[in-house]
């Protein structure tokens, strides 16, 4: 299913990057609000903000949302 970035990441003041719901990126899971992604750190060999405001593939399931891939 296609998402938003925005649906799936919040934004911080800080200007790092908070998922919203319990994601899986890589084989990781990561709790809700759990962590912070900052710009130029490689998280599952991606830097999220490489992807900022494209739209992401995933799938739900039991609450996690698999992240797949992004749209360019």
Do not use: C, H, W
């Not at 899986?24 to 130029?40: C, N, P, Q």
């Amino acid at each position: 299913m296609r998402y938003k970035f925005s649906e799936v990441f919040e934004k911080n003041q800080d200007g790092s990057l908070t998922p919203k719901n319990t994601i899986k990126i890589g084989g990781v899971m990561l709790g809700a609000k759990s962590i912070r992604f900052t710009k130029g750190v490689k998280f599952a060999g991606m830097d999220i903000f490489e992807y900022f405001d494209q739209d992401i593939e995933a799938n739900e399931r039991e609450g996690i949302l698999t992240i797949e891939g992004f749209y360019n």
